[in-house]
């Protein structure tokens, strides 16, 4: 069946670093585009970043812009979503998405809290 599994959250202090890993089964990962979505508590969830099925085209919400990175191994079926400078506000849970025409996958998420 199809699965979609994040790790790589966690607690971490505002300026550092995290790596999320989405890895995905049950399906030809090489021709979804995958996202990353976050939701945090009382809000929507929204789009952090997106990144086409061959990996050569690369979207980023304004707020993260310069801190973020999407990348993805097809070999490896997994997409992962590289997190530096982070701030308070950062903190959510954090979702991976697979979309190809109306067919959209979710993962259950992994936390980031960002705090002192």
């Known amino acids: 069946q199809v699965q979609l599994v994040e790790s790589g959250g966690g607690l971490v202090q505002p300026g550092g670093s995290l790596r999320l890993s989405c890895a995905a089964s049950?399906?030809?990962?090489?021709?979804?585009?995958m996202s990353w979505y976050r939701q945090a508590p009382g809000r929507e969830r929204e789009l952090v970043a997106a990144i086409t099925s061959a990996g050569g085209s690369t979207n980023y919400a304004d707020s993260v812009k310069g801190r973020f990175t999407i990348s993805r191994d097809n070999a490896k079926n997994t997409v992962y979503l590289r997190m530096n400078s982070l701030k308070p506000e950062d903190t959510a849970v954090y979702y991976c998405k697979a979309a190809l025409s109306t067919i959209n996958y979710w993962g259950q998420g992994t936390q980031v809290t960002v705090s002192s």
């Open positions: 049950g399906f030809t990962f090489s021709i979804y585009a």
